[in-house]
Nanobody, 121 residues
Framework: QVQVVESGGGLVQPGGSLKLSCTCAASGSIFSIYAINWYRQAPGKEREFVAA????????NYADSVKGRFTISRVNANNTVYLQMDSLKSEDTAVYYC????????????WGQGTQVTVSS
């Protein structure tokens, strides 16, 4: 069973920074990561894509709303992905979720439980 665990959320003032982490772990099984995606869901809104990173090759994509402010990175050895969020705005307030796509073509997916990010003065 693969577990995906996010951490790093919290309360921050507008213009501030937070760094989220997402770690994939499994007991008794071997897995390969195809990609890790970050999504977010604000109250009353649909879940939306934020950023993604491919494990092999490291190609990266961002939503237009976070380009230039958020940075996604990975540490292969720890199966961990980070989301550095700078210049935070109130509209970034949401629960941030990590989705791990596993296997050769990423057909198996696992979601984390989410971490709350609140941007408020």
């Amino acid at each position: 069973q693969v577990q995906v665990v996010e951490s790093g959320g919290g309360l921050v003032q507008p213009g501030g920074s937070l760094k989220l982490s997402c770690t994939c772990a499994a007991s008794g099984s071997i897995f390969s990561i195809y990609a890790i995606n970050w999504y977010r869901q604000a109250p009353g809104k649909e879940r939306e894509f934020v950023a993604a990173i491919r494990w092999n090759g490291g190609s990266i994509n961002y939503a237009d709303s976070v380009k230039g402010r958020f940075t996604i990175s990975r540490v292969n050895a720890n199966n961990t992905v980070y989301l550095q969020m700078d210049s935070l705005k109130s509209e970034d307030t949401a629960v941030y979720y990590c989705r791990a796509r596993l296997g050769t073509y990423g057909l198996s997916q696992y979601w984390g439980q989410g971490t709350q990010v609140t941007v408020s003065s």
